[in-house]
């Protein structure tokens, strides 16, 4: 067999891969109401992944909502400041 060997998990990884990735937009948001909003959905897709990691993560990360916001906020602020 001169094919590509595959694993099982390999979706698994690449999923994973492509959830972590998509996060980062989080940072990018100017409006704590709009991170807010794409942490929501951000949550909801890793938590119907089925991958158990991400899931802890995502439950982490829906706990402590308010202190994320909060802190993009104060970085959007910062950053306000320094383009005046």
């Known amino acids: 067999m001169g094919g590509r060997q595959t694993y099982p998990h390999q979706g698994v990884h690449?999923?994973?891969?492509l959830l972590k990735e998509a996060f980062q937009q989080l940072w990018d948001y100017n409006s704590?109401?709009?991170a807010g909003k794409f942490l929501d959905e951000w949550?909801?897709?890793v938590m119907r992944s089925r991958i158990e990691p991400m899931k802890k993560i995502a439950r982490s990360l829906r706990q402590h909502r308010q202190l994320i916001l909060?802190?993009?906020?104060?970085?959007?602020?910062?950053r306000g400041r320094r383009s005046k």
Do not use: E, V
Request: glycine share 6%; with cysteine.
């Open 14 to 17: 690449a999923r994973a891969y």
């Open 32 to 34: 704590p109401a709009w």
């Open 43 to 45: 949550c909801r897709q």
């Open 70 to 78: 909060l802190g993009s906020k104060t970085t959007l602020q910062r």
